[in-house]
């Protein structure tokens, strides 16, 4: 075969990035002490990052830049200033999450290409057809896309010319990558702003099925599925672990290496991958790419596995056989770390030397020659040197004008100005001329980009004199409601569905009033029937958490509102929605706090939404919650799981937090916060900004909790809306189990 396979590796610090170089990557990712989503990560500084350019060149591997995160408001500034920086280095792609960042890229810094992150949960044709129009030009596919669906989605990118990334190694989250809240509910940190305390790995309290981490997924390794991910078109096997040191990203790039050698020169797989086992693990799995969503996929433990995979492998029992075992393991992890450290000493990212030699003589022109990493270059003025007496160049003058060079990406000794005679001039603007052309053969002879001043967005007005309130129903018994409201009436529709079947079709065609609510995720057939609604509804306007649904509403001319869980969070985000997707409208974040919100800017004609009053929503996924809870019959999750099963229980973790593992009729398994969301402040506070609050009146997530009269709740929420402040108090008492803490903490 001849096409490239490019294995990219993580770089969690400088350490890590050598190794994964010196083991053979084909180009890297790693993020700054800022905007990115692994904070957890020692990371790099923006002079590090410099030296590292010059290094991973030098060994022709590449480097991606995460500026994966959500953007506030208040931030965008400080991005431009990044962006500004990194345009002229010579990085080679961008990895971004928030659909602000494409706005800005795509007008103000087109030179860098945009690399859509994990954390846009990319899993269908529509998505990636948009994000291609947005800008992007690659995408890192959802980890739970298995291989026919992750070769029908690479050749849907190719067509439209993007590149695809698979996750083939590393960490596995059971949520679906930026629909998880799970940290940002329970402790404050939000995944989305690269600060995932890992809630998924928590211990809770031993379930039915016997379990203590009923959350916690084997790590992914699809070592031995590489054919098939050839097969498939993928561009980039990308290697999860940026919170791992040197020895571990070496030993899996390595292995990953060997293994992509040896099928390129001989069309056959190594077999052995005991190597991955000697550094941390949780045991290995490839369910999701198979599509085989079994119990196997857990591990009751979270913490490493090579020990216990150790004893298993050689029978050990006795405590003798153990201890033998485990010496011999230790001796092997510390030969790996002896020998990474002995590979990565002697390269470094320091800054070459730049040598400048300033040589001039009577009636010729002043010369400066430089020397750096093995090349030499001499610039002359344009004026030959004149007998100029007092006014003569003094060598402080030169040294003065070129004291930049010390702070830039070389490390400038002392100038030589033992060939220039004394008593000579030339004018001082000619040496700015000449400091210009050092620093253009400084920089690859690439003139510099100047600096981007973003201009001010224009401040627009409300669509809207007074805020409206909108509902969510997940049931047609609950359209009365319509009897009880002039506001919209959002009908939510399910995240699986049966094919060629009718029944949502028929709903909205017999009630007109319901405006369809697409959910975040819509995989393969449940994307095509969603697409299959549009076109034979034809509604007027939806709401949906989908981009792939949101541009094929655009291309129906259908008018659409960006859902909650889109994540928006700044001004250019709506910018992107709107020019990208001609989008209506967004609901704001429910992350993000009232200082967060308030300087947020409409498009125009454009309405800004916000949810008072939800269930919290801490993370859905593809496999299921219950085979580790209360335990299934089934060995695992299919297509008749989604469709028929509606489970609900509870799980407490060892802290004493309750959560609602909850799972609807065509709905993915999902866990709720035991805390409704209710916001009554904001309604007071930004009635003058909100164009609609809304409500969630679908019972979905409300786990063992009695169901409240939702004609009231809609009764006392629009007397709210209408400025009737008593009403507060009254759902505080009715809304008895609830919180607004997002909206006092923020992101």
Known sequence: MTRKIELLAPGGDVDAIKAAIVAGANAIYCGLDMFNARNRATNISFEQLKGILRLAHRFECEVFLTVNVVILEHEIKGVVKLLNQLVNTTIDGIIVQDLGLFNLVKKHFPTLLIHASTQLTTHNAGQIEFLAKAGATRVNLSREMNLPEVKMLTTVAHDHDVLTEVFVHGALCIAFSGQCYSSSVSVGNSGNRGRCSQACRDEYEITDAGNKFPLNLKDNSAYFDLPELVDAGVDSLKIEGRIKGAQYVHTVVDSWRQQINQFVETGKLLDDNSNLYKVFNRDFTNSFLKGNLTKDMFIDNPRDNSFQHANEEHGAISVVQIQEVQTELSAQKNAISATVADKIKHISIEKPILTMAVTGQLGKPLSITIAFEEQQHTVHSQSNLIAAGEASIQPEAIEKRFKSFKNGDFELQNIDFSGLNEGLSVPFKELTTIKNEIAFLLNGKVKPIAPVELPALEVFEKVSTQPTLSLLISD?????????????????????????????????LENPRL?????????????????????????????SNNTGIALKATQLGIEWIAGPLLNTTNSYALLTLQEELNCAGAFISNEINRNQIRNIKRPKNFKMLYSIYHPILMMTSRQCFFQQTVGCNKPSIEDGCMLKCQKATTITNVKGFSFAVDKQLGGYPSIYNDEQFLNLDVVEEFSALFDEFFIDLTNIGAGSKAELDKAMLLDYFTALVKGDKSMKQKLDDVVSLSTHAQYIQGL
């Open 476 to 508: 047609v018994k609950d359209s009365y409601l319509a009897e009880k409201t002039e506001g919209d009436i959002y009908f939510k529709l399910p995240e699986s569905w049966k094919k060629r079947c009718n029944k949502h079709i028929d709903i909205f």
């Open 515 to 543: 405006i369809p609510w697409f959910p975040a995720v819509l995989i393969g057939k449940d994307y095509d029937e969603s697409v299959r609604l549009l076109e034979t509804v034809k509604p007027k306007r939806i709401i």
